[in-house]
């Protein structure tokens, strides 16, 4: 049984910790992105949801109390009218866990993909891998659908 805890501001991986040491599990979803700085693009991994931290509370009911004075945590989101923790299905943590393992090799035809070659990024459809290194996508150039090879390292998948 999963709930949901926001956190203090750009206190997510002290609350992750903190919340381990008193034997709750916890999931923080990150994604891998590529961002422009400095005139190069480079990889980095940001938070899915900065500023929530989901909390399976499963064999550790009677604890649930102590979390809300968690080092981190900012408070537990509640249902107004029960006064209870919101409950988060175990099937919409995996569905994110398993949308958070995107990667080239496991987009398909029609797959939404950002395009990071240049200084800005262009939203593009993958159409077919080309070879070990390239992909075909398309982009909207000038109002027009084209059809562009490129490699995979400036592509990424998107996750909305």
């Known amino acids: 049984m999963w709930i949901l805890a926001q956190t203090?501001?750009?206190?997510e991986k002290t609350a992750e910790i903190n919340i381990k040491n008193q034997g709750f599990k916890v999931f923080l979803p990150t994604i891998n992105?590529?961002?422009?700085?400095?005139?190069?693009?480079?990889?980095?991994?940001?938070?899915?949801?900065?500023?929530?931290?989901?909390?399976?509370?499963?064999?550790?009911?009677?604890?649930?109390?102590?979390l809300s004075y968690t080092t981190g945590v900012f408070k537990l989101l509640i249902d107004r009218v029960t006064g209870?923790?919101?409950?988060?299905?175990?099937?919409?943590?995996?569905?994110?866990?398993k949308n958070n393992q995107l990667?080239?090799?496991?987009?398909?035809?029609?797959?939404?993909?950002?395009?990071?070659?240049?200084?800005?990024?262009?939203?593009g459809i993958f159409i077919e891998k080309k070879g070990s290194k390239r992909a075909s996508i398309l982009i909207n150039i000038l109002n027009e659908l084209r059809e562009v090879v490129v490699d995979y390292d400036d592509i990424q998948p998107t996750y909305y």
């Open 84 to 97: 209870s923790p919101y409950i988060i299905k175990q099937s919409l943590i995996d569905n994110i866990y």
């Open 33 to 66: 992105i590529r961002k422009y700085s400095n005139s190069v693009w480079k990889d980095a991994i940001e938070l899915l949801f900065p500023g929530y931290i989901f909390i399976n509370i499963k064999d550790n009911e009677e604890k649930i109390g102590s």
């Open 103 to 123: 990667n080239i090799s496991s987009l398909k035809k029609g797959s939404k993909v950002n395009f990071t070659k240049g200084i800005s990024v262009l939203s």
């Open 8 to 11: 203090k501001s750009k206190r």
